[in-house]
């Protein structure tokens, strides 16, 4: 018998930047090895997938309705309705699913998903009219969504050129075509005009916030579900596939135009129109994920604060209540309203998960707290996807040869990871399983 | 001598560059008297580009003009001039930082080739496509 021959081990190459003696050197590593914020576990690779399913669906009519509210109910003085979309905006064919889609990355159909449709027309209590469904409030949480776009308007400059351009010569007179045609025959509302400009040039502003955030989602939607159906084919072989594949995503759309179109009678004014070159990347995700996933605002829930004590910081930059840095237990007092966003997506909650809440703390009891955990978990992943995507963009590869070149990467990461050294950030739980 | 255009014309290995600039109706602008400093990303660097950017790109002739801009400078510099300044304004109107002066880098792209002189302009070609922020 021959004796098994020993093959020598490859030699380890030294590395060419001393470690990072950061608080956060093991993520940071992590991050320069390819890898996520959130640790390559299977459970955390099944509960970041699960919940970007259970995301994708609300999120679905999300974007519709945000487009619906931007280009259709506009300035509705009293929009008792502005949360049913027509059935035009439920077909309005996905941009980037679905066969007419140009870019035919994502699979998945261009009208609203079947369990989305299925939602609206049961819920949680039965079949009945939608009106009945919405006053019962069994139904997709719109104002999650409109949490989101209020974020996003109140924080304003996170870069891009949006909001500056909110401001132009340009944006005000084609808000002022689109308000004089929209109130036409109607002495009421132009006379408020005339007298209060302002407060109308506002409200148009918000409506391109709408616009904005509908078309940002419109993207993400598709991605989610692409991501579910790829792990149920058993795809996916760990977190950073997961991540890599939602920094493609990032780059693949950089270039969607941002825009906001409004309809009146027929007609199409184009409040913001394509040729302002807004994209994607820089006007809408940069900052929705600053605003929204950092940001936000204290939420008037259960947990009261008090800013003469300093408990709300005086700078808008310090302000701390996205997902990031929420305590998912005392519902409804972390920032966005996750008690809304945590109820819409506990309808689509794929089997795997429901399984794992049972076997974890309270079961079943407890469920809207564990998948607000969950979705942290997953929101520390697309944000590591959209630091990764900035250090591919802005800075150099990770198998970079150069010193100065890695040492840039590492300025980058853990400048980055300075972000979190607030003892509200969450990124040292979700290092370990049992943060549930 | 040449043009901008008619230079990476002739290089053979701004195929993508050029088709780009094309789309975007900016050949018209590269061909004017100007004029410019243009960062020339070879075909590789649009290549390295993850599925779909070029494509939603070009689809998109305001948004893929935006990103052009930010390659081109107005008025002709060469290295020795341009690592005098931190950054230059670009096209684009977000600045375009210099890294390094040797090897000569342009925000996170290497300038593989520097100081192309042409009629209106000067071509450094870089091999990375370089984007603002």
């Given at each position: 018998m021959t004796p098994p021959t020993a093959t020598a081990p490859e030699p380890v190459a030294a590395p060419l930047i001393p470690p990072s003696s950061h608080r956060y050197a093991d993520v940071i590593h992590r991050l320069e090895a390819g890898g996520s914020m959130l640790p390559d576990t299977p459970e955390n690779l099944m509960?970041?997938?699960?919940?970007?399913?259970?995301?994708?669906?609300?999120?679905?009519?999300?974007?519709?309705?945000?487009?619906?509210?931007?280009?259709?109910?506009?300035l509705d003085p009293l929009p008792a309705f502005k949360y049913f979309p027509s059935q035009e905006y439920l077909d309005l064919p996905n941009s980037y699913a679905g066969?007419?889609?140009?870019?035919?990355?994502?699979?998945?159909?261009?009208?609203?998903?079947?369990?989305?449709?299925?939602?609206m027309e049961k819920g949680e209590t039965g079949k009945m009219s939608k009106l009945l469904h919405h006053l019962w409030h069994d139904r997709i949480n719109m104002e999650f969504a409109e949490a989101c776009m209020e974020a996003m308007l109140w924080h304003q400059g996170m870069g891009g050129r949006f909001y500056d351009y909110l401001d132009s010569d340009a944006y005000r007179a084609?808000?002022?075509?689109?308000?004089?045609?929209?109130?036409?025959?109607?002495?009421?509302?132009?006379?408020?005009?005339?007298?209060?400009?302002?407060?109308?040039?506002?409200?148009?502003?918000?409506?391109?916030?709408?616009?904005?955030?509908?078309?940002?989602?419109?993207?993400?939607?598709?991605?989610?579900?692409?991501?579910?159906?790829?792990?149920?084919?058993?795809?996916?072989?760990?977190?950073?596939?997961?991540?890599?594949?939602?920094?493609?995503?990032?780059?693949?759309?950089?270039?969607?135009?941002?825009?906001?179109?409004?309809?009146?009678?027929?007609?199409?004014?184009?409040?913001?129109p394509k040729s302002a070159g807004f994209t994607w990347l820089y006007e809408a995700a940069l900052p929705y994920v600053e605003a929204v996933f950092y940001r936000t605002a204290p939420f008037r829930?259960?947990?009261?604060?008090?800013?003469?004590?300093?408990?709300?910081?005086?700078?808008q930059a310090d302000f701390h209540y996205g997902i990031l840095y929420a305590d998912v237990f005392p519902v409804g007092s972390a920032g966005i309203?996750?008690?809304?966003?945590?109820?819409?997506?506990?309808?689509?909650?794929?089997?795997?998960?429901?399984?794992?809440?049972?076997?974890?703390?309270r079961g079943d009891e407890d469920k809207l707290i564990q998948l607000g955990i969950t979705f942290q978990r997953s929101m520390y992943n697309v944000t590591s996807a959209v630091i990764q995507a900035l250090?591919?963009?802005?800075?150099?590869?990770?198998?970079?040869?150069?010193?100065?070149?890695?040492?840039?990467?590492?300025?980058f990461f853990e400048a980055q990871m300075d972000r979190f050294l607030r003892p509200e950030a969450r990124l040292p739980q979700i290092q370990t399983q049992d943060y549930r | 001598m040449a043009n901008i255009i008619e230079t990476a014309k002739g290089a053979g290995c701004f195929g993508t560059l050029l088709t780009a600039v094309e789309v975007a109706g900016l050949t018209g602008a590269l061909e004017s008297p100007?004029?410019?400093?243009?960062?020339?990303?070879?075909?590789?660097?649009?290549?390295?580009?993850?599925?779909?950017?070029?494509?939603?790109?070009?689809?998109?002739?305001?948004?893929?003009?935006?990103?052009?801009?930010?390659?081109?400078l107005s008025g002709a510099y060469r290295r020795?001039?341009?690592?005098?300044?931190?950054?230059?304004?670009?096209?684009?109107?977000?600045?375009?930082?210099?890294?390094?002066?040797?090897?000569?880098?342009?925000?996170?792209?290497?300038?593989?080739?520097?100081?192309?002189?042409?009629d209106n302009g000067i071509v450094h070609v870089i091999d990375r496509v370089i984007l603002p922020g």
């Open positions: 509960q970041i997938i699960g919940i970007y399913k259970a995301y994708a669906v609300p999120m679905d009519f999300y974007w519709r309705d945000l487009l619906y509210i931007a280009e259709q109910v506009f066969d007419q889609s140009k870019l035919r990355i994502w699979r998945g159909g261009e009208k609203a998903h079947p369990e989305l449709l299925e939602f084609n808000a002022d075509r689109a308000i004089k045609a929209y109130f036409r025959g109607n002495p009421l509302m132009l006379g408020l005009y005339a007298l209060f400009p302002e407060m109308f040039m506002e409200q148009v502003k918000k409506m391109s916030y709408y616009a904005n955030l509908g078309l940002f989602w419109e993207v993400m939607a598709p991605v989610f579900f692409e991501m579910s159906d790829i792990y149920d084919e058993g795809g996916f072989k760990g977190v950073p596939d997961a991540m890599n594949f939602l920094v493609n995503g990032i780059f693949a759309v950089a270039g969607r135009p941002i825009y906001h179109h409004v309809y009146i009678k027929g007609e199409c004014f184009e409040i913001i829930g259960t947990k009261s604060y008090n800013a003469q004590a300093y408990q709300v910081p005086s700078d309203p996750p008690t809304l966003l945590m109820q819409d997506m506990l309808h689509f909650l794929p089997p795997y998960l429901e399984e794992l809440y049972k076997q974890h703390k250090r591919c963009a802005l800075l150099y590869p990770l198998d970079d040869t150069d010193p100065e070149h890695l040492m840039a990467n590492r300025r | 100007g004029p410019f400093t243009v960062f020339a990303p070879v075909d590789d660097a649009f290549a390295a580009l993850p599925p779909g950017t070029v494509q939603t790109l070009v689809d998109n002739v305001p948004q893929l003009a935006r990103i052009l801009k930010f390659h081109v020795e001039q341009l690592i005098e300044q931190p950054e230059w304004e670009s096209l684009e109107g977000a600045p375009v930082a210099i890294r390094r002066a040797d090897p000569f880098e342009v925000k996170n792209a290497t300038v593989v080739s520097a100081d192309i002189v042409c």
